[in-house]
T-cell receptor, first 112, second 112 residues
Framework: QKEVEQNSGPLSVPEGAIASLNCTYSDRGSQSFFWYRQYSGKSPELIMSIYSNGDKEDGRFTAQLNKASQYVSLLIRDSQPSDSATYLC????????????FGKGITLSVRP | DAGITQSPRHKVTETGTPVTLRCHQTENHRYMYWYRQDPGHGLRLIHYSYGVKDTDKGEVSDGYSVSRSKTEDFLLTLESATSSQTSVYFCAITSRVDYGYTFGSGTRLTVV
């Protein structure tokens, strides 16, 4: 059973702070990693993908991957109230018709 | 979402009736997926398709069937709806398995 675990949350940070969201996965064959943002009542939206160890930055977002420790994280710098949403970690094991396995998500609240 | 539409957006149905949800894409993507999202469970894969007439089961496929007779349409059928199938259903598409998915807007289904 492939498992993707996220901190139960919710997570609350003040505006302007760094929000750190963590995710661990069980299958060492995992190859592709994604972070989705989902606003209440809306569909998930892809915000970051990462495939190799290290950091990947995109604007205020940084994804970090450590395959040896089997974790992937998302840092949101200068957090804004508009970042308040549920963040889903998703992992894919290599294979021809592989599918994404999602964590249960963590809800982030950014306090003005 | 651009290129992928789900219908209907909302539906209330009675226990024991068949229900079909439709996912339509204009992106000509090979891969299509049906997920359900429930509080405490996150996104769980029901069925997926890797081409016309090529489908396979996900982790929660009991009570559901799918069909894909054209690239652009992926239908999810609840053969005899039960209250446990009350959920939000999301369709997702991608052109490559190691790319992230694009999600439709979702269908909120209530079985009474």
């Amino acid at each position: 059973q492939k498992e993707v675990e996220q901190n139960s949350g919710p997570l609350s940070v003040p505006e302007g702070a760094i929000a750190s969201l963590n995710c661990t996965y069980s299958d060492r064959g995992s190859q592709s990693f994604f972070w989705y943002r989902q606003y209440s009542g809306k569909s998930p939206e892809l915000i970051m993908s990462i495939y190799s160890n290290g950091d990947k930055e995109d604007g205020r977002f940084t994804a970090q991957l450590n395959k040896a420790s089997q974790y992937v994280s998302l840092l949101i710098r200068d957090s804004q109230p508009s970042d308040s949403a549920t963040y889903l970690c998703a992992v894919m094991v290599a294979g021809a018709n592989s599918k994404l396995t999602f964590g249960k998500g963590i809800t982030l609240s950014v306090r003005p | 979402d651009a290129g992928i539409t789900q219908s209907p957006r909302h539906k209330v149905t009675e226990t024991g009736t068949p229900v079909t949800l439709r996912c339509h894409q204009t992106e000509n993507h090979r891969y299509m997926y049906w997920y359900r999202q429930d509080p405490g469970h996150g996104l769980r894969l029901i069925h997926y398709s890797y081409g016309v007439k090529d489908t396979d089961k996900g982790e929660v496929s009991d009570g559901y069937s799918v069909s894909r007779s054209k690239t652009e349409d992926f239908l999810l059928t609840l053969e005899s709806a039960t209250s446990s199938q009350t959920s939000v259903y999301f369709c997702a598409i991608t052109s490559r398995v190691d790319y992230g998915y694009t999600f439709g807007s979702g269908t909120r289904l209530t079985v009474v």
